[in-house]
Nanobody, 124 residues
Framework: QVQLVESGGGLVQAGGSLRLSCAAS????????MGWFRQAPGKEREFVAF????????YYTDSVKGRFTISRDNSKNTVLLQMNSLKPEDTAVYYC?????????????????WGQGTQVTVSS
């Protein structure tokens, strides 16, 4: 089992940056691909970014390409989401999730474990 704890959210002005961190427990972290999702008020949870088990494959939703970067450090059981050029429409609760799959996926049902989320608010 994997437990995930996100941190790094906050309030930032449009155009600013934030770095989200997700700390994972357990010795099997490197067996899981990791993803970031977000959920804005009144909207469904949506996929943001994916990273494969060995920090090789990455995959982003179109709206964040070129602005967000996902990375992981298996020695520290950590996955990061660097968010630059933030926009008000990026405002949401951001969740990290773990998936036992070798293939890039943005489907929520493919993810087995979820964190509690961290709030990101971008003011205009």
């Amino acid at each position: 089992q994997v437990q995930l704890v996100e941190s790094g959210g906050g309030l930032v002005q449009a155009g600013g940056s934030l770095r989200l961190s997700c700390a994972a427990s357990g010795r099997t972290f490197n067996r899981y691909a990791m993803g970031w999702f977000r959920q804005a008020p009144g909207k469904e949870r949506e996929f943001v970014a994916f990273i494969g088990r060995n920090d090789v494959a990455t995959y982003y939703t179109d709206s964040v390409k070129g602005r967000f970067t996902i990375s992981r450090d298996n020695s520290k059981n950590t996955v990061l989401l660097q968010m630059n050029s933030l926009k008000p429409e990026d405002t949401a609760v951001y969740y990290c999730a773990a998936a036992n799959t070798p293939l890039p996926t943005g489907r929520r049902n493919d993810y087995d474990y979820w964190g509690q989320g961290t709030q990101v608010t971008v003011s205009s």
